[in-house]
């Protein structure tokens, strides 16, 4: 999405070129791969670990960090290489948002007041999803939630909420649903006034 965003705002002539088939194929495959490969290495880590205690993870969903937390040895160094892989693909990930953001305001600034306030609107939802998504996770792979419930919340809004939100945020930036939601306000205010 950031390098949609990013083509659409800064070659909007030239973005039929650019985002064509065949990149957006590659980008495809290359998200896919890169994701089969963190967990495939991250599966890698946790099929040598003995398990022989309790099976019972205190969570929501069933996620590497805690399942390693189970295993019968000390786990303390395969716990910090895990969240070090996750927190450098996270971090890869966050910094090309980021560069890409960096040029995109950059660009903007540049441009007319109608396009730029339109590309603004455009680029504040997806900045606002990319914020639902990685400031919970943040939270849960970072911070050591061992003493608080806090965990189980931050687990169900990364799980739920941020995928129900999405929709909602994109739809709010469709014409059509602003000019039904002002339609709905005028006759609303209207009705208020006839019933005066």
Known sequence: MAIDRYVAICKPLHYMTIMN???????????????FVHSSSQMAFMLTLPF????????????LPLVIKLACQDTYLLQ?????DSGLLSLVCFLLLLVSYT???????HCAASGSSKAFSSLSAHITVVTLFFAPCVFIYVWSF???SLDKILSVFYTIFTCLLNPIIYTLRNQEVK?????????HRNSKHTFR
């Open 21 to 35: 088939p065949r990149l957006l194929i590659g980008l495809l495959l290359s998200s896919y791969e890169v994701g």
């Open 52 to 63: 022989c205690g309790p099976n019972v993870v205190d969570s929501f969903f069933c996620d």
């Open 80 to 84: 910090l290489l895990v969240i070090a």
């Open 103 to 109: 040029v995109i305001i950059y660009s903007i600034r």
């Open 146 to 148: 061992s003493q608080h």
């Open 179 to 187: 000019a039904a939601i002002k339609k709905m306000r005028t006759k």
